[in-house]
Every structure is written in C-alpha cells, then in structure tokens.
C-alpha cells in the first residue's frame, strides 16, 4: 500500500510534509509483529498529526498545545499529539536554519519533556527537513532554477533551445497525464491504462508532490514510471513541464532528474529546458510545453501566508525576529504569467511553425471554481469599470501573451493544477468583456481549453470540485464519475492523422486502481473540419 499524497499549498508546510515521507519511507519496519503493529500505528499517527498541522499553517492558524495525559507508547500513536510535536519541531529546525537561538531551543525542548516517550523518527524528521533547506536555498533571495534560451546559463541565445530533436510519427498517438507525480497506487493504475494505447510519448502538465524533492523524483515519479513501463512491456519518452510544486525546492530536483536523461527512452529525445517544442516529422503539429510555475508558485505562497507562517514558525518568542526575505510577485502582475524571455520563445514557435500547435501548462487559462485572475477594477462612482477586461476566473495576463495566435494557430490548450477534468465551451470569451480592436486582436477565442489534472490526486465529492463560482461554462455531460464518493481519475489519448488533418481526443478516466479505461469524451481538434462527438 502506497502513501496517500494530499497536495499541501504553502511552501514551509509542503517541505515538511516532504520530509516525513523521506523518513518514514527509510524506516525499517521492525520483524516482530507487535513491533511491528507499534511502528506502523506511531508512521499513521504522524502521517494524520502532520498533515493537520501542514494544513493550520497553510491557513496561518496554529495548532493549540496539547494538555498531556496520555502515557507510554501510546503518545505515539495519538494524532493530537502528533499534530502539536509538528509544529514544536518545526519551529525548532526553522530556528536552527535561520536565527538560531539558543533560548528558543531551550523552550521548546522543556516543552517536549512532556512527551516523555521518545520517537526518533521527529528527530530524522528534523534533520531530513534540514538538509532539504540547505540544499533547496528558496529562503534566500536569489531566483529559482531556470534555462532561458538567451541566457549564458541556459541556451546561449539559440532559438532552438528547448526544441526536442527527436519528432512524433505523422500517425502518432500522445497520452496527457496532470498532476501524477505521487507515485501512488492510483498513479500508477492511470499511467497503466495510458500505456495500454502504446502511446509513442507522454505528455506531463507538471507537479510532483509534495516539494518536488530529489527523493519524491526518484520515488513518486521516475521509479514509478520504469516500474509501470515494465510491467506494461511498452515504454515511451515522458516529457514533463514543472508546475508549483516542483518550484517549492527552487526547480533543483526537476532540472537534475531532466540532466539525468532518466525521461527519454532515446539520446534525442532529451528535454534540456523546462518548456520545450515537440514536433511531429511531417511539421503538422507541434506540442508547445510552458513553464507557468516560475511566476505561478508565488501565488501559492503570497505575502500574507508567508508571514502568517513565518509568524507561526518564529513570533511565538517575540525576542525572535522573522527577518526571512519575502518572496514577491513580479512587478505589474498579479496572475501567473510566462517569463518575459520564454514569452517571446513561444511566440517565435507558433510563428515560425507551418502546423498547429496545442499548448500545455501547468495553470490555467481559466476556470468555473478557482481563482486564477482579478477582479476589474472600480469607478469613482463604485460601479465595475466596463473597460477592465479582468476577471476573477480568467488569467488575463497569459492570454494577452499568447491570445493573438489562438483559433487556426492554436486551436487547443490542456492544463493541469486543478486536480479535476473540465472540458470548457469551445471558443470561450466573458460575454461582457468590451469590444474593442485591442481586445479582439490580443485576446482571440481558444477553440479549446481543457483542464486535465485528475490523474492521482484524490478528490471527495464534498471537496465539491465542479462548483461553479466564475461564469466560464463547461460541456455539459463531461464530469468525472464518482466511486465511493470519490472522483475518478484518467487521462487523455490524442491521435495525430497527418498535417491539416485534425487530431482526435479522447478522455478516458479509471475506477480506483482498476487500469480498465473507460471513455468519457471524443473531440477532434484543429484541421480543416473539426467535429466532436458525446459519448454517453
């Protein structure tokens, strides 16, 4: 049985979260069954006690002290208990990385002797967590992780960095997979049921969880995907784009799983960036991978949060500064966005291409329940500016990037982040942005934007992911089924037909770890005449 993975947001919770899963999955499980039955009951109660701690500080509330009372071995297998040794040993590693204070050390270690019965597993927590810091900087003011084309450090200014030399079969079928980076059970039934099509490449819209650490690359995503492949006696290259979560440990791991060629099944087929051009041989279609996260993970941890969890982490002892620099969005934008560099890179590949080109991200363009934009602004009089063409559910700042080439350029757009499948209504537009040439020229209908992120994270019916708060309106008849009141998870099969012939889609999803697909949805996309079809 694998560990269930439970996406944490805030980036101090989700690297501690990272670490608990380094250090339980090292632990020997002793041979003695009442051992045995201890340990496992002691990993349970931390894994639980972790997890609601990860969550009050995601929410920047703390966990109250536990009054004590329980005794011997059984403090270990409390969850209450365990949530509040969480957040004391969190602090104290955070003291140890930062200010590192001796009276601070001293108070929570007289606060521990409460717990008088030791569990050494927080003390490798601590330690794994404080490696991870060291070798992840992100609390230094310095940029993630990042190639850029015109960079001395990334392609030297050749245009054709980050373009995959090997090319798809004219005929080629390509599988899309969000968010599987998990390495659960549930992934793994996703990628197998993706695999039985023999797809020539897999297509990735990014996160592996929780931080993207070195270990959660080799054991939720590379280990996962040789041991799949096998067992499925079929292997293709995976070619993946990094979402938040890979950029909470700064883009290190992502990049050195990338250098070791671990992905490609082929030399030439060797991602170098982390946005990329996959083409077919015929040049009818290209498949253009961007990188969202480097502006998009901010959003996840924005001012507020991160000095509400430094606080947690620091301000209990207010002889303490919380003097940690303040990671900021950059200037004139509020909503993620592509680098200016890696902008002009995909502008100059959908240019130049002769085909058509789907994009793949992590983020979304838009969306009916999150919030991926911003409210238009206001009039003197309070009334909603009629000529602001933001809104709350639609990203405006990418689509003024990209907007000019959607429709016969790009006639399609699959995205992740939202662990859900969402097939949005051709030619999307707010039926009250303003008309004007501006708006029309930079902010073109896509024909198709689809979120696909339901590959393994687990989803409850009364996370109510289909709630619809933004007016942006979905298929009707293309929602997940549901199993035990959870959401199914699946995957997408594209079939290219040659250039100028448009691709056929289909959405597949899975019931719990049974790798049988079952189809939920057929499209074609692009071409001279595209069509789609239901399927009941």
Not at 132 to 139: E, M, V
Not at 206 to 230: A, C, P, W
């Amino acid at each position: 049985m694998t560990e269930t993975v439970i996406p944490v947001e805030n980036i101090y919770a989700a690297r501690w979260r990272s670490a608990l899963s380094a250090v339980i999955a090292a632990a020997p499980v002793p041979s003695d069954p009442a051992k045995a039955d201890e340990h496992h009951a002691t990993v349970a109660a931390m894994v639980a006690g972790v997890s609601k701690y990860c969550k009050s500080l995601s929410n920047g509330e703390p966990v109250n002290p536990h009054p004590g009372g329980v005794e011997g071995p059984a403090q270990n297998s409390d969850p209450e208990i365990a949530s509040y040794l969480a957040q004391l040993y969190h602090r104290c590693v955070h003291n140890n990385c930062t200010v590192n204070d001796p009276q601070v050390d001293s108070d929570i270690a007289l606060e521990l002797r409460r717990f008088t019965y030791g569990n050494p597993l927080w003390q490798q927590m601590s330690q794994q967590y404080f490696d991870n810091y060291a070798l992840y900087p992100t609390h230094l003011p310095v940029p993630p992780s990042y190639r850029a084309w015109n960079d001395y450090n990334g392609g030297k200014g050749d245009p054709d960095f980050g373009v995959i030399a090997w090319r798809l079969p004219a005929n080629a079928r390509v599988a899309i997979v969000g968010d599987i980076g998990t390495g659960t059970d549930i992934a793994a039934a996703t990628l197998a049921s993706a695999l039985s099509f023999k797809p020539d490449a897999i297509l990735h819209v990014g996160d592996v969880y929780f931080s993207g650490t070195t270990f959660e690359f080799e054991h939720r995503l590379i280990n996962m995907l040789k041991q799949v492949m096998e067992e499925a006696g079929h292997k293709a290259p995976f070619f993946t784009v990094p979402g938040n979560h890979e950029y909470f440990t700064g883009n290190v791991p992502y990049f050195q799983c990338l250098d070791s060629n671990v992905l490609a099944q082929h030399p030439d087929q060797q991602q170098r960036a982390s946005y990329f051009s996959l083409m077919s041989e015929d040049e009818g279609w290209q498949f253009l991978g961007m990188d969202t996260g480097y502006y998009g993970h901010y959003l996840a941890v924005n001012d507020a949060q991160q000095r509400a969890a430094l606080a947690l982490l620091h301000a209990q002892d207010p002889r303490v500064p919380a003097e940690l620099p303040i990671q900021k969005l950059p200037p004139n934008t509020e909503m993620v966005l592509l680098r200016d560099d890696e902008a002009v890179w995909q502008r100059r590949r959908i240019e130049r291409f002769a085909g058509q080109s789907i994009l793949l991200s992590h983020h979304p363009l838009y969306s009916t329940t999150i919030p991926c934009g911003i409210a238009p602004g206001k009039l003197a009089s309070g009334a909603t500016d009629p000529s602001d063409i933001n809104r709350v559910g639609v990203d405006t700042a990418i689509w003024r990037q990209l907007g000019r080439y959607f429709g016969d350029k790009v006639p399609a757009w699959f995205w992740g982040h939202e662990h859900n499948l969402a097939i949005y209504q051709d030619n999307y537009l707010p039926p009250d942005w303003p008309k004007n040439s501006d708006v029309e020229r930079l902010f073109r209908p896509l024909p198709k934007g689809r979120c696909i992120g339901h590959s393994a994270i687990p989803v409850a019916v009364t996370e109510i992911p289909y709630a619809v708060n933004n007016p942006v309106p979905p298929i009707d008849g293309t929602k997940l089924g549901i199993t035990d009141g959870w959401y199914n998870h699946g995957f997408e099969i594209l079939e290219l037909a040659g250039a100028g012939k448009p691709l056929r889609a289909s959405y597949y999803q899975i019931v719990g770890v049974d790798p049988a697909p079952l189809l939920i949805y057929q499209e074609d996309i692009g071409g001279r005449a595209a069509s789609q079809e239901k399927t009941p």
